[in-house]
């Protein structure tokens, strides 16, 4: 029996991204941080499959955590909890785009003087059995300590992440955009050139950002006479910024991390796999 501190942060969401974060994250995948889960799962070909959940209980742990014992109140343990979290939503994330994003529910620790706990809140979200995507392919497991973190010492990357596993938005995809435009000394509209998208994709997304109904604009600064099917949609839009991101984070942090894109039907703007140049 050791004596040294410990905290173990619960987390919870759908189990198949609960059983995806801990086989991306075992004991020794990241430094100060990793996930364990009593969610059983199998391999199903490249993927990964949960077979028992009736145990979910999955938390994550090691030295990043510690820093929780220390909180003082509530409040801003819930928020260091986000920050421990957001690289390790935000690689799987860009590992896996049907993955979402799990959320801290309780904390309980352990140092030398004492033990303690704290209770965030439950999470709801009901379960939605698929395919893991996570841990498909060998690169995914080598290029994670470079990319997390990469995320942890930039918060503009671990937003990226999170915010293409959230509410697609025309509003926040174009701030998102401009912002990592910004941070390689480009603007928007130079993305292409920069590297960082392909012209067909980025102008149209941006006169989908600009023209849509429900768009970044008013009607007063949109378009009226451009048909709206004619447009990217959301979903388009999504798969579009998750390249961004991927092509982002390739140059920041080396090597070409696998890519997989967004569920759907046939995207246009040269975005499908079929479409494109891997």
């Not at 799962?41 to 938390?59: I, N």
């Not at 049907?98 to 959320?103: A, D, R």
């Not at 010492?153 to 596993?165: E, T």
């Amino acid at each position: 029996m050791t004596d040294e501190p410990w905290a173990k942060l619960f987390v919870d969401g759908d189990v198949d991204d609960l059983y995806g974060l801990a086989i991306l994250f075992p004991e020794g995948a990241y430094p100060g941080a990793h996930v364990a889960t009593s969610i059983v799962g199998v391999k199903d070909g490249v993927f990964d499959r949960v077979q028992d959940a009736q145990v979910r209980e999955t938390y994550v742990t090691g030295d990043d955590c510690l820093a929780l014992i220390e909180a003082r109140g509530m409040d801003e343990a819930s928020w260091m909890a986000r920050e421990i979290l957001a690289p390790l939503n935000g690689y799987a994330t860009l590992a896996d785009s049907n993955f979402k994003p799990v959320v801290a529910t309780s904390l309980t620790w352990k140092n030398r003087t004492g033990s303690g706990g704290t209770i965030f809140g439950p999470d709801k979200r009901p379960p939605k059995p698929r395919l893991i995507a996570t841990n498909r392919h060998p690169l995914l497991s080598e290029l994670l300590p470079s990319r997390v973190a990469f995320m942890s010492d930039n918060p503009l990357a671990a937003y990226a992440a999170s915010a293409i596993a959230g509410t697609p938005s025309w509003a926040d995809y174009y701030r998102l955009l401009e912002d990592i435009a910004g941070y390689r000394g480009t603007s928007l509209d130079k993305l292409a050139e920069a590297g960082l998208a392909d012209r067909p994709a980025l102008n149209a997304f941006k006169s989908a950002a600009n023209n849509r109904a429900f768009g970044r604009h008013g009607t007063s600064k949109r378009d009226t006479s451009i048909a709206q099917e004619s447009l990217m949609t959301l979903l388009e839009a999504r798969e579009f910024v998750r390249r961004v991101v991927w092509a982002w984070l390739n140059l920041e942090c080396g090597g070409r991390m696998p890519r997989d894109r967004v569920d759907g039907g046939l995207l246009r703007f040269g975005l499908d796999p079929k479409e494109q140049m891997q």
